[in-house]
């Protein structure tokens, strides 16, 4: 087999996924929008402040003779949202939204494809919402077709997080997830539809497709990797003179279980500190706004000091009610910071509660406080559970996830 990978802006499961395809000599080639490798024109200018974001888009080396690259749309979309221009970045309807940076790529892919299969190809490897053309062309050369879903199925989605809207109607605006079309929403059932082998990286996530309306491909259970584990680590010993510092970072909507998190330091009082890095889901959520003056807002942090920020904290808190997997977590748990996440995560796939980690019932305020509270009642579980941590990273690097998708995509 030989595959041909695909993602618009890139990430580390991406980047691994593309690695390991190479690393098992499967690999056909390597499609995006922005590609930095060293000397190149994205390499030479990520150097400069206002180009840094190129930095977040480099390869291995290794796949530069596999790359084709087409960046106008993402470049236009990165100056865009840059200079303000929200219409031309709004959500699908927008010119240069992140819809359309997706809807280009695939189309490459799709018009190119025929050419790629006399080349050798014979699977497109393609992500949710970018794989939609390229599946239907493949479909008529008979070229396989691998799909991977990194967050849950939309249908679960909506069931799940209108419960939200009704728990916490004050929160609603920042439900984002819930404004996808019902032209978007058609085109991912078809994405599902047309895929011969889809590819997951949490149970949760596998769980949620049970609720697609009619027979899909085998699915397969494959999570990430973690980030190099850290030396560094130091943990403070508690005292009665300071509080148990928490962290939240994460997009700021009740998606992430923002308002129970909230809800629950404000219960247990100068006891804990919060800080809180992510951007705004919308600027119209007026108990939002006043939540994050009561504690420490980072909006944006670069990658390397939000890890340096969580060796910094006791405890990360991602108290998710729909997430395909959560790589803060992970992220966190290779600089020693152990996570009290929810079932709606990979948290059960890669934490035993009380060991490196700790699980609560996602859309409890009463749980996740119970779990903040264990700990200020016993504050060296922390250090046992971030040491544990740590040695759960270990064993599973971003190579492992590479050789994974690997092995599963000759099977």
């Known amino acids: 087999m030989k595959v041909l990978i695909s993602h618009p802006t890139g990430n580390s499961f991406f980047r691994s996924a593309a690695t390991g395809l190479l690393d098992a000599g499967i690999l056909a080639g390597f499609r995006t929008t922005v590609a930095s490798f060293p000397g190149n024109v994205f390499d030479k200018l990520s150097i400069l402040g206002p180009f840094s974001e190129f930095k977040r888009r480099t390869y291995d080396p290794d796949l530069e003779p596999f790359s084709r690259s087409w960046p106008l749309y993402e470049l236009g979309r990165l100056a865009a949202s840059k200079a303000g221009f929200k219409d031309l970045v709004r959500h699908e309807s927008g010119f240069l939204s992140v819809d359309a940076v997706y809807k280009n790529l695939d189309k490459k892919i799709a018009l190119n494809l025929k050419r790629e299969t006399q080349n050798g190809a014979n699977a497109v490897y393609a992500y949710e919402d970018g794989a939609l053309l390229s599946f239907r062309e493949a479909k008529k050369l008979g070229v396989s077709c691998l799909y991977d879903l990194p967050i849950g199925y939309w249908r679960t989605a909506r069931r799940l ?110 006891k804990v500190e919060l800080t809180v ?5 919308t600027d119209n959520c007026k108990v939002l706004d006043e939540a994050l003056k009561k504690h420490k807002w980072i909006p944006s942090l670069p990658h390397a000091e939000v890890l340096k920020l969580m060796r910094g904290h006791d405890v990360l808190v991602f108290p998710s009610l729909f997430e395909g997997f959560g790589m803060v977590i992970t992220e966190a748990m290779s600089q020693g910071t152990p996570v009290i996440t929810t079932d709606r995560t990979a948290g059960p796939d890669i934490i035993n509660h009380g060991e490196n980690g700790w699980l609560a ?51």
């Open 277 to 281: 890095v992510g951007h705004k889901a």
């Open 361 to 411: 019932a996602a859309g409890s305020t009463q749980a996740l406080q119970e779990v903040i509270e264990e700990l200020l009642a016993s504050p060296n579980k922390i250090q046992l559970a971030g040491k544990a941590a740590m040695e759960t990273a270990k064993l599973r690097p971003w190579t492992v996830y590479g050789k994974e998708i690997a092995l599963a995509c000759v099977k």
């Open 161 to 270: 997080l209108e419960v939200e809207r009704d728990r916490w109607p004050d929160w609603a605006t920042t439900l984002t997830n819930l404004k996808d079309s019902p032209e978007k929403l058609d085109h991912k059932d078809e994405e599902l539809s047309l895929a011969d082998r889809i590819f997951v990286a949490s149970r949760f996530t596998a769980n949620t497709l049970v609720d697609f309306p009619g027979k899909l491909a085998p699915i397969e259970i494959i999570p990430y990797g973690f980030p190099p584990v850290t030396s560094e680590r130091a943990y403070d010993k508690f005292s009665s003179y300071r509080p148990l510092k928490l962290l939240f970072v994460g997009g700021l909507s009740q998606r992430k279980g923002i308002a129970d998190l909230f809800a629950a330091v404000d219960t247990i009082g100068d």
